[in-house]
């Protein structure tokens, strides 16, 4: 089982705003990041640290932590944004990229 | 423009090996940790393995540790994951990935190849 836990789906309505949580103990200490996947393409970069976008990243997209729980909110969602959404961080064997969460569908109605 | 292009996936029986690459270009290909990452068919992503810029430190998943080697060759700027005594549920999409550091020591893959397609069967 993952030691990153996400909600296996999320819908918004377009233009609305949307949160995909991701929890996990190595959250307390260390950043997540977030990554973006559409259907038949590889993952992209959306935000890293405390809250940073990629350059090319809307700035719709951000990231907050509290606690065990790392945040990626959508502000004004777009279609396009449809995709999954993964988190990734340390895992409990200290590899510091080691562990994904499960992901998170994104439906935009 | 940074690129990252992996090859050598394919066909393998239960049992058998293969060799990964990832070429990589448009950044100092030395400076940076590299990583894999993999996705099974209708399934989330997997941290496989990373190494440091140097190739002198190596990391691995506990599902592959054994199995597989990461390895790098700094002068070909090419990564590399040698995959041995492979099983079906190694049959996924590989990707590599290039390994950024951020200022408060965390780590984030910021570029990402197409990634290459190995299928375990017999």
């Known amino acids: 089982s993952s030691e990153l836990t996400q909600d296996p789906a999320v819908s918004v309505a377009l233009g609305q705003t949307v949160r995909i949580t991701c929890q996990g103990d190595?959250?307390?200490?260390?950043?997540a990041s977030w990554y973006q996947q559409k259907p038949g393409q590889a993952p992209v970069l959306v935000i890293y640290?405390?809250?940073n976008r990629p350059s090319g990243i809307p700035d719709r997209f951000s990231g907050s932590s509290s606690g065990n729980t790392a945040s990626l909110t959508i502000t004004g969602a777009q279609a396009e944004d449809e995709a999954d959404y993964y988190c990734n961080s340390r895992d409990s064997s200290g590899n510091h990229l080691g562990v994904f969460g499960g992901g998170t569908k994104l439906t935009v109605l | 423009e940074v690129q990252l292009v992996e090859s050598g996936g394919g066909l393998v029986q239960p049992g058998g090996s293969l060799r990964l690459s990832c070429a990589a270009s448009?950044?100092?290909?030395?400076?940076?940790?590299m990583s894999w990452v993999r996705q099974a068919p209708g399934k989330g992503l997997e941290w496989v393995s990373a190494i440091s810029g140097s190739g002198g430190s190596t990391y691995y998943a506990d599902s592959v540790k054994g199995r597989f080697t990461i390895s790098r060759d700094n002068s070909k700027n090419t990564l590399y994951l040698q995959m041995n005594s492979l099983r079906a549920e190694d049959t996924a999409v590989y990707y590599c990935?290039?390994?950024?550091?951020?200022?408060?020591?965390?780590?984030?893959?910021?570029?990402w190849g197409k990634g290459t397609t190995v299928t375990v069967s017999s």
């Open positions: 990935a290039k390994v950024a550091e951020g200022p408060d020591y965390y780590y984030y893959m910021d570029v």
């Open positions: 448009g950044f100092t290909f030395s400076s940076y940790a």
């Open positions: 190595s959250l307390r200490s260390y950043y």
């Open positions: 640290g405390k809250n």
